[in-house]
């Protein structure tokens, strides 16, 4: 089973998980995060002093999926979270040695 | 108006003299009149506490309701109005709407409050006065209250310097005109013998219907309805709900010019309609199968206290409670059941709180001032008279908004592009206008 | 009572007349007296101080002291009952307290306000008079906060539908008839010569027992004491310590009933004896080897403030600074290390602030007024007796509390079943009674 | 002083007899002046509103700017300091600063209010009197603000116990001979004719000037400049900066004494003067290429505040735009522009804008007092002589503020070690000083 | 070393603590995180606008462990955390590459 | 490609950043989380109720890397966040199965 880590922009989310549901993914864990890239933040100035921060606010959405699964989810967030522009963010995908549904104690697939 | 039918000929005949007394004075350098201490120290206690419903009443409001991306640009566009309104209101809006001169629809003279001293003084109701630079700073902050009501259905998406302009231009060519028209001795409807105690003409279905066109002519927040938009901190704006209650008192109590006992009226039908209001839309969001809400208690406390504006001396205190509690079931239906329908973004129910709760009291106000109702009204008044007085003004004044407003609109639009950026409207108003945010 | 005392018998003269005159007037229609305007300015600013405590000053000082999950539905309890006590009040609340009719435990008549016109007038201490319609809505906002104040105990786990209940019930078995005891001319309590000036029994003792009674009844949240429930935000919580201790010059100098020197002293007591006692909390925490910490200031600040209302206008300076002292570090103590030992759920201490702090203010008063004490005493004041009076009428409220509000709960529990579902409780009752989030 | 030159000789005559008057009474027992219940009404109102200007107000503007982890702590110096003013004043401040005994620079008596009774009453600016009572408490809450607005450059880093042993001797040793030497009769600067409505050297020029002493001795925070420290809510802040505003009322329009013409003068200006500031500092941030910001925006208000107390009802609204619009931009200038060339760490802009703006404030009153310019002054009134009275007494007040913040910084540091380990300003100072966090 | 991500509920986050802190877990790392799955959230309505979130909060631990401990950890977690309810949330197991303890650079088990 | 996550103090965020920057780093992901280990914390009494909590607020960095800057990375963090006290964090290295960078679809090295 397959573990993606991916990180997009805020507003992207709601698409991002209606897209997901429509392909079968039955749930994900999301929460809110700071991202430093390539993208550069906007200047806030508090009586002149200037904070060009690049820590730029985004989401990041954790979603377990079966191997069969997991090639489509990648591609349903890239072209969903996708606005060509820089900041759009990344997916990481990992292996993962065992999932457990906390209720039942079942693992594997069924856990999801 | 409350007044000319509170005090008779009297009145009429005070609020002459009070429109050239102070004038007489400075001109002829006659014995002025001396103002009460207790009625210049409730007055002043009074226009202060209508500050404290702009800001930070008003602010936190209208703030809590916005999405935390918009919460500080929300505050400044609602702070930033009213700087501006004092500001044009000792120019040539106290001018416009009280100057010495002038006609049923407009005034002139005393621009830059010329002539006016500390000694000056303005009529009350009675044969009483208080100093005039008291009676100035308390209509300035009627005016700038109203504009910035108006901004509670443009939030999250119009700019700034668009905000500024609409404002400047707003106030000087649809306020101003009402307030005179409405509560100078020479003003139409004043003569017409509209009852309007405190304002629910001039300031909130003036602002309600305002809103409603600056809404409809600047479009609906990228992504309304279907995104979620929830209110980011209901905390604010029960806090900011408290304080529009406190500072009501003296929008209402105020009105009355003197600590007396027309001002006493205003004062527990203040307290009665708006606690009426508010457990009334809880009633009615259970009643429609919901759960009674905070949100809920606190839009039926606006509700209300809209309602009781225009009637807070001119109803009798169980007049004030059935007027509440209609008025706010009627906007209950308006804000959550037929603006979805309509399908606009008057984002923070200016229109819908404001507009419809204003025109509410504005009728109502014809029906509970009569003594049937336990209302001040005369053995001789009657209902179908003045409902049809009443209605005539609510009609007037919902034109002049509308037509003033689509030209201050498009005014703001000409100068500035009127709204902001796809990109600014994402990243929030906080960021994009003010470079700050709010929470860090 | 205080008031008896300090204007002798004059006083008692007065308040009867108070009891009678605006009636007399109603119905013979003799020449009512006029009210000052600086008396009636003065009541009228302190009425709106009242409710800036409750609106939003006592909503954030609770509501900050719960987990965010509960933070709106603490808000909308207290503005829900403070909404239902105006109600109730002017129905008949102020017939039952002040009502023309009765005897020296209840009175009756004025329901609906029936007779009260603009023009109606209210005794003061002195022979001056206010507008009756200003003494109402005062009156109005003591009853207000009073059942406001009770929720403290009970926040975090008990029905919405359950506190509106309870509160209707309350009111009319608990306050009113302790409000005609102790302030009417003719209540039991006025009659002994029992002190309190601004309500330390009407309104602190008998919030605190009645919470205490409440919260045993109720039971404890799920999960205390062992799960942490810290407050969920102390800058909101200090912000209602503020606007408390603002808004409590309304209540206790305006206990004067005019703008004389009697709330002057009021004033005066209620800065210095509130700044002692925060103080001295902030001592008691580093004397017993703590931090001195921001919610021991906001504790002291309203231990001060509850134990200087009965003795506002009775102390001079000095006394309030020792009994605002006193009642802090006994405060303390009962808050910190006895309510631990006993074990049971005063969530927000409304009995261990109000309770244990009304009742030093009471008895303290007692002693304070002495003018060996710079108290306003005359040469003939007894400390000993004036003791033995306190105290009866201290007991005397604990009784009626307890057993009143033992009655309403149950009634409350009948009705509405008290508390929320297991699962509420856990969800929060933000999203539980309310269906809403405090911060999105 | 404004005070001298608006009343002529009769003004001072009445201060002398102010100081003496109730004294005079208790001792030979004349029959009392009674103060106008108007009066009395609009004093208490005045007195309670600068308490809301601390707390809240203050705490929330100052905390908001502060980093989360120093919000408690920020909010409880600024409390306690409060509570301490208060209970020094009626200890032995009043009688250091309007003592019955005395010279031109301090003065003693009526220490612990000795001699004073309900009864005794203090002298207006006119032949009217207030309740002495209510004339101490007004007195005190200068006092308690002014040293809280010295914590603002020491804020994140200073040791509790130390602010505590600070605010100690300095209020001993630079307020209360500053309170005395500007507003007593006697007073070195009241008698030169310096003109300070409310307070301009008193309040603002001494507390800003204390706060970059203080600052320059304790040293930056960690980290400050090259860390980043934004505000952590602008929202509280801008919260704080409606209820400075508001309460400033009480602090300008109180400066009175009475709810007469001047205190209209001073209402109307304290609008306008401040509604011009806070459009001018935004247009600054906009001419230098930045946008205008909600910080922006409070900083004008504040700036705009203080720059109009010292010329309240001194000005005409035209001269108090004016003055209010250049003390925002110079302000803006020294806080954005120059601190960082300085490098000093002003935390909070405490000189920036009080110091500042105090100071333009100070002189400008000396122009804009002018009848030229609007002003009440008489026909021959000469600017010229008026900025050297204005100017000195600023050097004045500059030199015995900076000689005195030294003295109490270190007496301080030498009982305290004055500031919080290193640990602890990491860690920040709810939790290191307080044991608490402001959010859970 | 195995590295294990828990989403549980909230109000469980206490005994889960405790639980693991009795079979020798060191530390842990927790965070909050809004969780999407079968468990549907109560609706809020503000004003007529229905929003039903199925977003609902939930606590994530992240607790590395020594692939000796990692399988107690996983049962333990999961019964502490069992309400037999919809919504108890999952428990994921990675296999880890490396652990450092920053303060003293020590790897492998001896940085737990 | 490894996936570094790094559990560190909050006031040694910005720090950090700048050193991981200076050896090519182009980007991470920050959020805040609370810490459970050996190091404790503060106790926090309101009115007598006394929380000795544990749980103390750290920073938490994820960054991805190539194999070959990993253990740069890895070394950096360590050396830049070390107080020498209790409580510095700690750095956990995954493995990465892939990595896509959402903007353009890129993935492998060329993704970050
Ligand atoms: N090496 C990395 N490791 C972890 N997260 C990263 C890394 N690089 C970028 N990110 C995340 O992806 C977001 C977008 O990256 P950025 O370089 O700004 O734009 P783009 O994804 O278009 O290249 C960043 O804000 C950050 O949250
Ligand atoms: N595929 C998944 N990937 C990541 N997290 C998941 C996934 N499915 C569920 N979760 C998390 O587990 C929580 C509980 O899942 P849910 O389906 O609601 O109940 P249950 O765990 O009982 O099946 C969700 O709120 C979400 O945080
Ligand atoms: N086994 C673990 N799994 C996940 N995170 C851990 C683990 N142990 C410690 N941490 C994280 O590292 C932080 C520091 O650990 P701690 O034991 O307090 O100090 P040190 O890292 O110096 O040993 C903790 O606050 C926690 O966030």
Redesign the interface.
């Known amino acids: 089973m397959k573990f993606i880590i991916a990180i997009i922009k805020p507003f992207k989310l709601d698409e991002v998980r209606e897209a997901l549901g429509a392909i079968g993914v039955a749930g994900m864990t999301v929460s809110e995060v700071k991202g430093f890239g390539r993208q550069k933040g906007q200047t806030e100035i508090y009586r002149g002093a200037e904070y060009s921060t690049n820590m730029l606010p985004k989401v990041k959405i954790e979603v377990a999926a079966s191997d069969a699964l997991a090639a489509q989810v990648v591609e349903t967030i890239q072209q969903t979270a996708s606005t060509d522009s820089i900041g759009d963010g990344k997916i990481f995908v990992f292996d993962l040695a065992s999932t457990t549904r906390i209720r039942t104690g079942e693992t594997g697939d069924n856990a999801l | 108006m409350i007044r000319k039918m509170l005090c008779g000929a009297g009145a009429l005949g005070a609020s002459l003299v009070a429109a050239t007394a102070a004038f007489a004075q400075d001109a002829a350098g006659a014995v002025p009149a001396v103002?009460?201490?207790?009625?210049?120290?409730?007055m002043?206690?009074a226009?202060?506490?209508v500050?404290?419903m702009?800001?930070?009443?008003l602010?936190?409001f209208y703030?809590g309701l916005t999405?935390s991306k918009n919460?500080?640009?929300t505050?400044?566009q609602i702070?930033?109005v009213?700087?501006?309104a004092?500001?044009v209101w000792?120019m040539w809006g106290y001018g416009l709407a009280f100057g010495p001169e002038g006609n049923q629809y407009i005034s002139w003279g005393k621009f830059?409050?010329s002539g006016i001293?500390?000694?000056?003084t303005a009529a009350t109701f009675t044969d009483e006065v208080i100093?005039?630079?008291?009676f100035?700073?308390f209509q300035?902050?009627f005016a700038a209250i109203t504009i910035a009501l108006v901004l509670g259905s443009v939030v999250e998406r119009m700019k700034?310097s668009a905000v500024l302009v609409f404002a400047l231009v707003w106030l000087t060519i649809v306020y101003f005109p009402i307030a005179h028209m409405v509560w100078e001795a020479r003003g139409v409807f004043f003569v017409m013998g509209a009852l309007d105690f405190a304002g629910g003409t001039v300031v909130h279905i003036n602002a309600g219907v305002s809103a409603l066109v600056a809404a409809l002519i600047l479009g609906k927040r990228r992504g309304y309805?279907h995104?979620?938009?929830?209110?980011?901190?209901?905390?604010?704006t029960?806090?900011g709900?408290?304080?529009l209650?406190?500072g009501w008192?003296?929008f209402n109590?105020g009105s009355a010019l003197?600590?007396?006992?027309?001002?006493?009226?205003a004062?527990?039908n203040t307290?009665?309609a708006?606690?009426?209001a508010?457990?009334f839309w809880?009633l009615a969001e259970r009643v429609s199968g919901?759960?009674?809400?905070?949100?809920?208690?606190c839009?039926g406390?606006i509700a209300g206290l809209v309602a009781i504006t225009p009637a807070a001396?001119n109803a009798?205190?169980?007049g004030a409670?059935v007027l509440g509690a209609l008025a706010s079931v009627v906007c209950f239906f308006a804000?959550?059941?037929l603006?979805?329908k309509l399908g606009y973004d008057d984002s923070l129910?200016a229109f819908g709180i404001h507009g419809i709760g204003g025109i509410v009291g504005a009728v109502g106000t014809g029906i509970v001032f009569s003594p049937a109702f336990g209302g001040?009204g005369g053995d001789d008044f009657e209902i179908g008279a003045q409902l049809v007085t009443q209605v005539s003004a609510v009609l007037a004044t919902i034109a002049i908004s509308a037509i003033g407003t689509t030209v201050a609109i498009y005014v703001a639009k000409a100068l500035t592009g009127l709204r902001v950026s796809h990109e600014v409207e994402?990243?929030g108003l906080?960021?994009?206008?003010?470079?700050?945010?709010?929470?860090?």
């Open positions: 103002a009460n201490p207790g009625n210049n120290a409730w002043m206690t226009t202060v506490l500050l404290l702009i800001l930070p009443g602010a936190l703030g999405r919460m500080i640009a505050m400044t702070g930033s009213a700087a501006l004092m500001l000792v830059f409050l001293t500390p000694d000056s100093s005039e630079y008291v100035v700073s300035m902050t700034f309805p995104e979620p938009m929830p209110p980011h901190s209901l905390t604010l029960m806090v709900t408290g304080l209650w406190v008192f003296g109590a003197e600590a007396n006992g027309s001002a006493a009226l004062l527990i307290f009665v708006t606690a009426s508010a457990l809880m919901h759960k009674p809400s905070a949100l809920g208690f839009s406390v001396g009798g205190p169980l409670i804000v959550s059941k603006k979805p129910d001040p994402v990243e906080d960021i994009g206008e003010h470079g700050e945010r709010a929470y860090n």
